[in-house]
Protein backbone atom coordinates (compact mmCIF):
# COMPACT_ATOMS: atom_id res chain seq x y z
CA UNK A 1 0.00 0.00 0.00
CA UNK A 2 1.29 3.29 -0.96
CA UNK A 3 1.27 5.83 1.29
CA UNK A 4 2.73 9.67 1.14
CA UNK A 5 2.85 12.47 3.59
CA UNK A 6 3.73 15.69 2.75
CA UNK A 7 5.11 18.31 5.46
CA UNK A 8 6.53 21.98 5.07
CA UNK A 9 3.93 24.12 3.21
CA UNK A 10 3.20 27.31 5.49
CA UNK A 11 2.92 31.42 4.79
CA UNK A 12 5.34 33.16 2.99
CA UNK A 13 6.05 36.94 1.59
CA UNK A 14 6.42 37.02 -1.87
CA UNK A 15 10.21 35.97 -2.64
CA UNK A 16 10.47 34.13 -0.25
CA UNK A 17 11.30 30.62 0.07
CA UNK A 18 9.77 26.91 1.09
CA UNK A 19 10.51 23.52 0.64
CA UNK A 20 7.99 20.88 0.68
CA UNK A 21 8.83 17.03 1.74
CA UNK A 22 7.36 14.30 1.08
CA UNK A 23 7.93 10.77 3.09
CA UNK A 24 7.23 7.89 0.67
CA UNK A 25 6.33 4.38 1.87
CA UNK A 26 5.64 1.21 -0.73
CA UNK A 27 5.84 3.15 -3.60
CA UNK A 28 6.68 0.66 -6.63
CA UNK A 29 10.53 0.89 -7.48
CA UNK A 30 10.04 2.50 -11.11
CA UNK A 31 7.27 5.34 -10.29
CA UNK A 32 6.98 8.53 -11.25
CA UNK A 33 6.77 11.20 -8.58
CA UNK A 34 6.02 14.44 -8.07
CA UNK A 35 4.24 17.55 -7.10
CA UNK A 36 0.35 18.57 -8.05
CA UNK A 37 -1.38 21.70 -6.56
CA UNK A 38 -4.31 22.97 -6.72
CA UNK A 39 -6.51 26.25 -5.51
CA UNK A 40 -9.84 25.78 -4.10
CA UNK A 41 -12.19 25.94 -7.10
CA UNK A 42 -9.68 25.26 -9.72
CA UNK A 43 -8.32 22.27 -11.64
CA UNK A 44 -5.36 20.20 -10.28
CA UNK A 45 -1.95 21.05 -11.91
CA UNK A 46 0.90 19.56 -12.12
CA UNK A 47 4.17 21.72 -10.78
CA UNK A 48 7.09 18.91 -10.96
CA UNK A 49 7.51 15.58 -11.49
CA UNK A 50 10.71 13.14 -11.55
CA UNK A 51 10.85 9.96 -12.45
CA UNK A 52 13.08 6.54 -11.94
CA UNK A 53 16.06 7.59 -13.17
CA UNK A 54 15.86 11.19 -11.40
CA UNK A 55 15.22 13.21 -14.86
CA UNK A 56 12.97 16.13 -13.75
CA UNK A 57 10.09 17.93 -15.79
CA UNK A 58 8.63 21.60 -14.67
CA UNK A 59 5.74 23.37 -15.73
CA UNK A 60 6.53 26.14 -17.62
CA UNK A 61 5.12 28.46 -14.81
CA UNK A 62 7.65 27.00 -12.05
CA UNK A 63 10.67 26.45 -14.54
CA UNK A 64 13.38 27.89 -12.63
CA UNK A 65 12.07 28.81 -9.16
CA UNK A 66 11.82 25.21 -8.26
CA UNK A 67 13.66 21.92 -8.26
CA UNK A 68 12.23 18.62 -7.12
CA UNK A 69 14.54 16.21 -5.98
CA UNK A 70 14.70 12.88 -4.05
CA UNK A 71 16.51 10.90 -1.85
CA UNK A 72 16.02 7.46 -2.27
CA UNK A 73 17.85 6.25 1.08
CA UNK A 74 15.05 8.32 2.78
CA UNK A 75 12.18 7.23 0.87
CA UNK A 76 11.39 11.32 0.73
CA UNK A 77 10.83 13.33 -2.24
CA UNK A 78 11.68 17.33 -1.65
CA UNK A 79 9.94 20.52 -3.75
CA UNK A 80 12.47 23.53 -2.94
CA UNK A 81 10.47 26.41 -4.00
CA UNK A 82 12.20 29.75 -4.57
CA UNK A 83 10.95 33.23 -5.41
CA UNK A 84 7.62 32.52 -4.63
CA UNK A 85 4.45 34.30 -6.08
CA UNK A 86 0.69 35.12 -4.84
CA UNK A 87 -0.32 32.85 -7.74
CA UNK A 88 1.88 30.15 -6.04
CA UNK A 89 -1.02 29.74 -3.15
CA UNK A 90 -2.17 26.31 -3.41
CA UNK A 91 -2.91 23.05 -1.93
CA UNK A 92 0.73 21.12 -3.04
CA UNK A 93 0.18 16.90 -3.02
CA UNK A 94 2.92 14.63 -3.47
CA UNK A 95 1.42 11.82 -6.14
CA UNK A 96 2.81 8.81 -7.56
CA UNK A 97 1.99 6.48 -10.38
CA UNK A 98 3.95 4.10 -12.57
CA UNK A 99 2.73 6.87 -15.28
CA UNK A 100 4.08 9.67 -16.30
CA UNK A 101 1.32 11.13 -18.58
CA UNK A 102 -1.24 10.59 -15.72
CA UNK A 103 0.59 12.31 -13.37
CA UNK A 104 0.83 15.18 -15.77
CA UNK A 105 -2.62 14.85 -16.45
CA UNK A 106 -3.92 15.00 -13.00
CA UNK A 107 -4.81 11.48 -12.61
CA UNK A 108 -1.84 9.89 -10.54
CA UNK A 109 -3.20 6.59 -8.65
CA UNK A 110 -1.59 7.86 -5.31
CA UNK A 111 -2.07 11.10 -3.60
CA UNK A 112 -0.62 12.42 -0.38
CA UNK A 113 -3.39 14.59 2.32
CA UNK A 114 -1.59 17.92 0.83
CA UNK A 115 0.17 20.65 2.62
CA UNK A 116 -0.89 24.59 2.46
CA UNK A 117 1.38 26.89 0.70
CA UNK A 118 0.35 30.46 1.02
CA UNK A 119 2.16 33.46 -0.46
CA UNK A 120 1.29 36.89 0.75
CA UNK A 121 2.11 40.38 -1.52
Known amino acids: QVQLMESGGGSVQAGGSLILNCTAS???????MGWIRQVSGKDREGVAG???????TYATFVKGRFTISKDAAKNTLYLRMNSLKPDDTAMYYC????????????????WGQGTQVTVSS
Open 95 to 110: AADPSSYRFWHGRPNS
Open 26 to 32: GVPTGNY
Open 50 to 56: IDSRGIP
